[in-house]
């Protein structure tokens, strides 16, 4: 089934103000063919370009201060004129800031552009289902590993913006495509809304948020947001997409704890089988309430789940143990030579020991031919026992120390396996 079917998303609502299908933008070069829907800050549409092509249109229409008259898009009145001029601005920017994010798991736009008194833009169609559409019941649930593999993209894409320094601020299952090839796409970012908000007085009071995926720090104006601030919203769309339902809004989360009772998030942990312990305790940590304890960045929640970076890294780890053992064999065989050169040497100055030769005897003998001499003879001396425990302890130290990686990397492997 298409994705491309009218409804209103958590944010949004069904709109009486959208332009009909068969207007056209931008002298003919698209056609609208149905409207999507309206978010509250924008429209969005299935259109046509002047190759036939499906493309996606956004349009900047921030309801509360604007309306429309025919297709051209005015201020309500002339006290928001003014500020719905900056909103179009800030909009525009923001479409030019996401056209230079070229990425396989972030949606493509084609164009921006300025008509009917407002602005566009024109992105890639994705011809898919969205993850709401798919977890509230119009696809099979996804297996365990499909969604690792849906979120390592997704992480990668995170990653991706910000290291551009870009938030997202609007991940949920309702942004993030799932196209036919099965790879998940990151569309409608809220960067642009959230500056619409800070800008202007008449957006100030709504707030752009999402209950049960934004974090804490969305719902109070000036609370510093971070990458950590995305990472929330993923793993709330994650503990959806596992448990059926989103997680409690972070609101009451806070004010529970505020209020020392105990947070009403169950951690997903606990609620799902047939996925290793690892990857559910990186969603709940994720989930933290508070984003100092969350994982950090992407990468970070990349390396937790991500099988092969984690068996290499075992591997890295074992491989530099190895190194370090072989290191401290060759430490030891070098001490156990120099001291056994040294106590040759003392040997070889003391008659009682060395009764044959005395100490001037031949030096070309050396101190192992001594040495053997030592262990063969009847005499049991302080000095043989010193020798036989040099060699024996540091026999077993270095034994005992190779099997102890061994295991202990065994063990790691065995885990990273997991
Ligand atoms: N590029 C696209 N390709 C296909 N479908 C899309 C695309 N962009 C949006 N949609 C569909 O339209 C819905 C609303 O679009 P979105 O950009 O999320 O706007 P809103 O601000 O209204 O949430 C999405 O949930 C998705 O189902
Ligand atoms: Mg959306």
Known sequence: MNSLTEKSSPSGSVSTEELKPGTTLLQGQYVIKRFLNSGGFGMTYLAHDSLDRKVVIKECFPASMCSRADTVVRARSRAHQKEFRSIVQLFVQEARRLARLKHANIVGVHQVFEDNDTAYMALDYIDGLDLLDIVDGEKEPFGA???????????????FIHGQNILHRDISPDNILLDKTGNPILIDFGAARE???????????????????SPQEFYIAGTQQGPASDIYA????????????????????????????????????????????GFLAAIDKALSVFAKDRLQSASEWLDEIDVEKRRAKALADARRDKNIDLSISRLVSETNRAVSEAIGQEDQKDPALNPARGPSSDKSNGPHRNCDEVNRGSAKTDVAAKRWFVKRSSGQSSQSRFSFFGKSRADQLGKANT
């Not at 499909?146 to 997704?154: A, D, H, S």
């Not at 959806?240 to 209020?259: C, D, K, V, W, Y």
């Open 234 to 277: 993923l793993a709330a769309t994650f503990y959806h997409l596992m448990t059926g339902e989103p997680p409690p809004n972070s609101q009451t989360r806070l004010a529970a704890i505020a209020a020392k009772r105990d947070d009403p998030y169950r951690p997903i942990a606990s609620r799902v089988k047939n996925f290793d312990r």
């Open 145 to 159: 590993e499909e969604l690792r593999r849906i979120l390592m993209k997704i992480l990668e894409a995170i990653a």
């Open 195 to 213: 500056k619409a908000t800070k800008s202007s007085r008449a957006l100030s009071a709504m707030l752009t948020v999402k209950d049960g995926y």
